[in-house]
Protein backbone atom coordinates (compact mmCIF):
# COMPACT_ATOMS: atom_id res chain seq x y z
CA UNK A 1 0.00 0.00 0.00
CA UNK A 2 2.77 2.38 0.79
CA UNK A 3 6.29 2.86 0.38
CA UNK A 4 6.93 3.56 3.87
CA UNK A 5 6.76 -0.12 4.22
CA UNK A 6 9.99 -0.89 2.23
CA UNK A 7 12.06 -0.31 5.44
CA UNK A 8 10.35 -2.89 7.56
CA UNK A 9 10.90 -5.62 5.07
CA UNK A 10 14.57 -4.29 4.43
CA UNK A 11 14.94 -4.67 8.38
CA UNK A 12 13.64 -8.18 7.96
CA UNK A 13 16.61 -9.21 5.61
CA UNK A 14 14.90 -8.59 2.91
CA UNK A 15 17.15 -7.45 -0.44
CA UNK A 16 15.93 -4.58 -1.48
CA UNK A 17 16.12 -5.35 -5.49
CA UNK A 18 13.34 -7.85 -4.50
CA UNK A 19 11.00 -4.74 -3.39
CA UNK A 20 8.95 -3.49 -6.02
CA UNK A 21 5.63 -0.87 -4.44
CA UNK A 22 2.25 -0.56 -6.61
CA UNK A 23 0.26 1.73 -4.56
CA UNK A 24 -3.29 2.51 -4.54
CA UNK A 25 -4.56 4.40 -7.43
CA UNK A 26 -7.57 5.94 -9.17
CA UNK A 27 -10.00 4.56 -11.96
CA UNK A 28 -9.72 8.37 -13.83
CA UNK A 29 -12.07 7.48 -16.42
CA UNK A 30 -14.98 7.42 -13.58
CA UNK A 31 -14.58 10.97 -12.41
CA UNK A 32 -15.31 14.04 -13.95
CA UNK A 33 -14.98 17.38 -12.28
CA UNK A 34 -17.27 18.79 -14.64
CA UNK A 35 -20.18 16.95 -14.42
CA UNK A 36 -23.82 19.32 -13.51
CA UNK A 37 -23.76 19.27 -9.49
CA UNK A 38 -27.06 21.38 -9.47
CA UNK A 39 -29.40 18.44 -8.30
CA UNK A 40 -27.09 17.16 -5.50
CA UNK A 41 -26.66 20.89 -4.02
CA UNK A 42 -30.45 21.70 -4.58
CA UNK A 43 -31.57 18.38 -2.97
CA UNK A 44 -29.70 18.79 -0.04
CA UNK A 45 -30.15 22.98 0.59
CA UNK A 46 -26.37 23.31 -0.38
CA UNK A 47 -27.22 26.34 -2.95
CA UNK A 48 -23.63 28.07 -4.46
CA UNK A 49 -22.31 27.12 -0.42
CA UNK A 50 -18.31 26.19 -0.15
CA UNK A 51 -18.35 22.47 0.64
CA UNK A 52 -15.70 20.66 2.80
CA UNK A 53 -16.75 16.69 2.17
CA UNK A 54 -16.04 13.93 3.60
CA UNK A 55 -16.75 10.41 2.25
CA UNK A 56 -16.18 6.43 3.11
CA UNK A 57 -16.78 5.07 6.28
CA UNK A 58 -17.73 6.67 9.54
CA UNK A 59 -15.52 4.72 11.92
CA UNK A 60 -12.89 4.73 14.76
CA UNK A 61 -10.41 5.41 13.13
CA UNK A 62 -11.24 8.39 11.02
CA UNK A 63 -12.06 11.01 14.56
CA UNK A 64 -14.71 12.28 12.24
CA UNK A 65 -15.59 14.36 15.61
CA UNK A 66 -12.94 16.91 14.57
CA UNK A 67 -15.43 17.35 11.69
CA UNK A 68 -18.07 18.45 13.56
CA UNK A 69 -15.87 20.74 15.86
CA UNK A 70 -14.34 22.38 12.68
CA UNK A 71 -17.94 23.04 11.73
CA UNK A 72 -19.07 24.53 15.42
CA UNK A 73 -16.55 27.13 14.67
CA UNK A 74 -17.76 27.99 11.50
CA UNK A 75 -21.35 27.74 12.27
CA UNK A 76 -21.36 31.66 11.70
CA UNK A 77 -20.64 31.54 8.03
CA UNK A 78 -23.37 30.48 6.10
CA UNK A 79 -21.82 30.46 2.83
CA UNK A 80 -20.08 27.43 4.31
CA UNK A 81 -21.34 24.07 4.55
CA UNK A 82 -19.68 20.60 5.29
CA UNK A 83 -21.14 17.07 3.86
CA UNK A 84 -20.24 13.78 5.63
CA UNK A 85 -21.25 10.97 3.58
CA UNK A 86 -20.64 7.27 4.37
CA UNK A 87 -21.41 4.82 7.17
CA UNK A 88 -19.23 2.91 9.72
CA UNK A 89 -19.72 1.98 13.39
CA UNK A 90 -19.89 5.78 14.36
CA UNK A 91 -21.81 7.10 12.82
CA UNK A 92 -24.91 7.16 15.20
CA UNK A 93 -22.71 8.87 17.36
CA UNK A 94 -21.75 11.49 14.91
CA UNK A 95 -26.07 11.96 14.10
CA UNK A 96 -26.28 12.52 17.83
CA UNK A 97 -23.27 14.79 18.35
CA UNK A 98 -24.82 17.17 15.60
CA UNK A 99 -27.92 17.34 16.62
CA UNK A 100 -27.05 18.19 20.14
CA UNK A 101 -25.20 20.70 18.61
CA UNK A 102 -27.48 22.24 16.39
CA UNK A 103 -24.62 22.03 13.39
CA UNK A 104 -27.34 23.24 10.43
CA UNK A 105 -24.40 23.65 8.68
CA UNK A 106 -23.66 20.05 8.32
CA UNK A 107 -25.35 17.28 5.73
CA UNK A 108 -25.12 13.86 6.97
CA UNK A 109 -26.07 11.20 4.06
CA UNK A 110 -25.86 7.72 4.39
CA UNK A 111 -24.05 5.09 2.94
CA UNK A 112 -24.10 5.26 -1.60
CA UNK A 113 -22.88 2.46 -3.71
CA UNK A 114 -19.53 3.07 -4.85
CA UNK A 115 -20.54 4.05 -8.41
CA UNK A 116 -22.13 6.81 -7.32
CA UNK A 117 -19.48 8.40 -5.80
CA UNK A 118 -18.37 9.94 -8.69
CA UNK A 119 -21.56 12.12 -8.64
CA UNK A 120 -21.04 13.43 -5.59
CA UNK A 121 -17.53 14.99 -5.66
CA UNK A 122 -18.57 17.34 -8.67
CA UNK A 123 -21.21 18.88 -6.21
CA UNK A 124 -18.10 19.85 -3.19
CA UNK A 125 -15.31 22.12 -2.70
CA UNK A 126 -12.86 20.56 -0.88
CA UNK A 127 -12.07 16.75 0.32
CA UNK A 128 -11.67 15.67 3.65
CA UNK A 129 -9.35 12.94 4.88
CA UNK A 130 -8.54 12.46 8.11
CA UNK A 131 -7.28 9.37 10.88
CA UNK A 132 -6.21 9.12 13.94
CA UNK A 133 -2.65 10.02 14.84
CA UNK A 134 -1.06 6.37 15.46
CA UNK A 135 2.46 5.28 13.96
CA UNK A 136 0.18 2.67 11.61
CA UNK A 137 -1.87 5.32 10.09
CA UNK A 138 1.66 7.52 9.07
CA UNK A 139 2.38 4.08 6.49
CA UNK A 140 -1.04 4.14 4.78
CA UNK A 141 -2.32 6.00 1.56
CA UNK A 142 -6.09 6.56 2.35
CA UNK A 143 -7.77 5.52 -1.34
CA UNK A 144 -10.06 8.67 -0.80
CA UNK A 145 -6.85 11.45 -1.48
CA UNK A 146 -6.78 9.79 -5.09
CA UNK A 147 -10.50 10.44 -5.83
CA UNK A 148 -10.28 13.83 -5.09
CA UNK A 149 -7.41 13.98 -7.28
CA UNK A 150 -9.07 12.68 -9.77
CA UNK A 151 -11.87 15.17 -9.37
CA UNK A 152 -9.74 18.08 -9.39
CA UNK A 153 -10.97 18.97 -5.72
CA UNK A 154 -8.10 20.30 -3.24
CA UNK A 155 -7.50 17.85 -0.58
CA UNK A 156 -7.41 19.06 3.26
CA UNK A 157 -5.75 16.38 5.10
CA UNK A 158 -5.20 15.24 8.78
CA UNK A 159 -2.79 12.47 8.55
CA UNK A 160 0.69 12.17 9.14
CA UNK A 161 3.43 10.66 7.60
CA UNK A 162 2.95 9.16 3.84
CA UNK A 163 -0.07 10.67 2.85
CA UNK A 164 1.07 13.96 4.05
CA UNK A 165 4.13 13.99 2.18
CA UNK A 166 1.97 13.20 -0.88
CA UNK A 167 -0.11 15.82 -1.06
CA UNK A 168 2.66 18.41 0.44
CA UNK A 169 4.91 17.39 -2.24
CA UNK A 170 1.83 17.56 -5.56
CA UNK A 171 0.60 20.92 -3.73
CA UNK A 172 -2.60 19.25 -4.02
CA UNK A 173 -4.21 20.41 -0.69
CA UNK A 174 -3.57 21.73 2.99
CA UNK A 175 -2.56 19.65 6.03
CA UNK A 176 -3.51 19.77 9.07
CA UNK A 177 -2.74 17.83 12.79
CA UNK A 178 -4.95 15.49 12.73
CA UNK A 179 -7.58 15.59 15.78
CA UNK A 180 -7.10 20.04 15.72
CA UNK A 181 -11.03 20.93 14.92
CA UNK A 182 -9.25 24.71 14.80
CA UNK A 183 -6.49 23.49 12.73
CA UNK A 184 -9.54 21.77 10.07
CA UNK A 185 -11.68 25.22 10.45
CA UNK A 186 -8.54 27.24 9.64
CA UNK A 187 -8.08 25.40 6.11
CA UNK A 188 -11.20 25.35 5.47
CA UNK A 189 -11.45 29.05 5.10
CA UNK A 190 -8.59 29.64 3.70
CA UNK A 191 -9.97 27.39 0.71
CA UNK A 192 -13.74 29.14 1.12
CA UNK A 193 -11.91 32.46 0.73
CA UNK A 194 -9.50 32.07 -1.73
CA UNK A 195 -11.13 30.20 -5.28
CA UNK A 196 -7.86 30.33 -7.33
CA UNK A 197 -6.11 28.76 -5.06
CA UNK A 198 -8.50 25.57 -4.66
CA UNK A 199 -8.22 25.56 -8.43
CA UNK A 200 -4.64 25.54 -8.37
CA UNK A 201 -4.51 23.01 -5.54
CA UNK A 202 -7.06 20.51 -7.58
CA UNK A 203 -5.37 21.16 -10.93
CA UNK A 204 -2.13 19.71 -9.01
CA UNK A 205 -3.61 17.28 -7.95
CA UNK A 206 -4.74 15.79 -11.45
CA UNK A 207 -1.58 15.89 -12.88
CA UNK A 208 -0.34 13.78 -10.25
CA UNK A 209 -2.73 11.06 -10.24
CA UNK A 210 -2.55 10.87 -14.08
CA UNK A 211 0.70 10.71 -13.64
CA UNK A 212 1.66 8.61 -10.86
CA UNK A 213 -1.57 6.75 -9.82
CA UNK A 214 -3.76 6.05 -12.63
CA UNK A 215 -5.25 2.51 -12.00
CA UNK A 216 -4.93 1.56 -15.57
CA UNK A 217 -1.05 2.12 -15.88
CA UNK A 218 -0.82 0.73 -11.93
CA UNK A 219 -2.18 -2.76 -13.18
CA UNK A 220 0.33 -2.52 -16.27
CA UNK A 221 2.86 -2.21 -14.67
CA UNK A 222 1.71 -4.67 -12.41
CA UNK A 223 1.27 -7.17 -14.93
CA UNK A 224 4.37 -6.27 -16.51
CA UNK A 225 6.08 -7.02 -13.17
CA UNK A 226 4.67 -10.62 -13.13
CA UNK A 227 5.75 -11.65 -16.19
CA UNK A 228 8.86 -10.37 -15.55
CA UNK A 229 9.03 -12.50 -12.59
CA UNK A 230 7.80 -15.63 -13.50
CA UNK A 231 10.16 -15.17 -16.97
CA UNK A 232 12.79 -14.55 -14.82
CA UNK A 233 12.42 -18.37 -13.27
Not at 1 to 13: I, M, N, Q
Not at 26 to 54: I, N, W
Not at 93 to 109: E, F, P, Q, T
Not at 197 to 213: F, M, P, V
Amino acid sequence: VSEAFVPHFLDCGVSSNKITTITNGVDLARFSPGADATQFRETHGLGDKFVAAYVGTHGMAHQLETVLEAADRLRQRNDIAFVLVGDGAEREKLLAMRDSMKLDNVVMLPLVPRDQIPAIWPATDAAIVTLRPTPLFELVIPSKIFEAMAAQRPIILGVRGEAARIVANAECGLTFTPGDAAGLAESVLALADDPARRKRLGENGYQLAASKYDRQKLATEYVDLLAKTTNGH
